[in-house]
């Protein structure tokens, strides 16, 4: 429900949310998806993909009148081709109720980027909220509630104040990530020439990594192009529990990188977790199209893509999470806490 936040910020009076709560086969949203209603028609959000969008519309406007939540089920239909339902074949449960000051409060929450728990009971659609510390990013359903943690947005590290990093920053923001762009050089490193990061970073990358807080859904790219920054920094990187560390270059770049990392003592287990040359092979050549074949590699490795077409391949398009039934969040819990700043120094942040 989170990516409603700011669409339903300026909503005023009572509104309905309907929230997936069970995930069966194959089906384009995962649970903790969520629509949101207004009584004067306005809608944002998507429980299916536009499956049953309409449905859910309509069983929304039912909820507002009489203040009572349903759940509802979904599911594809052999019989009739344009009955309401999943044309993929897959199963969903929607649970539709009005808002309560819990989900508001959690909704702002989410917005000042504070980690939040919001736990909803899917017969009385009462709530409560929690702001921990930290928390891990998930939705699942337990005994009879809907859990959802949402902690904050996952980080997209750029390393180096090139074009690229420019492109690749609004990929990142699409993708929903809070994004440094980090150089060492002041002029370079401006908000204005990247004005789609959260936070642009004066300081050695190296020395901006080893004193940041990084966590399993941390992404790194390396685009500086420059050993005396490349190579400490992915000495550092790679020895960090981040989600994924990528580098830009050459083919003839990147052996020439890995010769001066094995230099430096960095083990063979460590150098097999560098994607380089980054990004997938999609005969990108802007800046642009460089960015999103790096976004591309990113979603691949935290969802467990193969990055192949989807026509070359026969197995399913949402894969099935070990855990359950429901679609995967390939969330880790391991965290590495930020480490002690260089005494004497100071890294200039400029945040947007």
């Known amino acids: 429900m989170r990516e409603l936040a700011s669409d339903v910020a300026d909503w005023e009076g009572p509104f309905a949310v309907a929230s997936v ?5 194959s089906a384009p949203r995962e649970v903790g998806a969520a629509l949101a209603v207004h009584p004067d028609g306005r809608v944002v959000g998507s429980v299916s993909g536009g499956c049953v969008e309409g449905a859910v519309y309509e069983l ?17 239909s052999a019989e009739d081709a344009f ?13 539709v109720q009005v808002v309560t000051p819990e989900i508001r409060s959690a909704l702002q929450a989410s917005l000042d980027g504070r980690p939040v728990v919001l736990t909803r009971s899917l017969e009385t659609g009462s709530c409560e909220v929690a702001f921990p510390s930290y928390a891990v990013s998930r939705s699942s359903v337990v005994d009879g509630r809907l859990v959802e943690s949402w902690g904050t947005a996952p980080r997209l590290l750029v390393f180096g104040a090139i074009d690229y990093a420019a492109a690749l920053a609004r990929q990142g923001k699409l993708l929903g990530y809070h994004v440094t762009v980090c150089d060492a050089r002041p002029v370079f490193a401006t908000p204005e020439r990247f004005p789609a990061a959260d936070e642009v970073v004066v300081d050695w990358p190296h020395r901006y990594l080893a004193s940041t807080p990084v966590d399993p859904d941390t992404a790194v790219c390396v685009l500086t192009h420059d050993p005396k920054f490349d190579v400490p920094l992915l000495k550092e990187a790679l020895r960090l529990p981040v989600g994924f560390v990528g580098a830009l270059g050459s083919r003839r770049t990147h052996l020439d990188r890995l010769a001066r990392l094995r230099a430096e003592g960095v ?43 989807l026509t070359t391949t026969d197995t399913p398009i949402h894969k099935e999470d070990p855990n359950g039934p429901d679609l995967p969040q390939r969330r880790r819990d391991a965290w590495r806490p930020a480490a002690p700043p260089v005494a004497g120094h100071a890294p200039v942040v400029c945040r947007a």
């Open 21 to 25: 709560v069970a995930v069966r086969g």
């Open 267 to 309: 083990t063979e287990a460590e150098l097999a977790r560098l994607r380089s040359p980054i990004g997938l092979d999609l005969g990108a050549r802007t800046p642009e199209e460089t960015a999103v074949s790096i976004a591309a590699e990113i979603i691949a490795v935290r969802r467990g893509g193969g990055g192949l077409p």
């Open 60 to 76: 929304a406007l039912s909820v507002l009148e009489t203040g009572t939540p349903q759940l509802a089920r979904f599911g594809y």
């Open 83 to 95: 009955a309401v339902g999943l044309t993929c074949g897959g199963e969903l449960e929607v649970f």
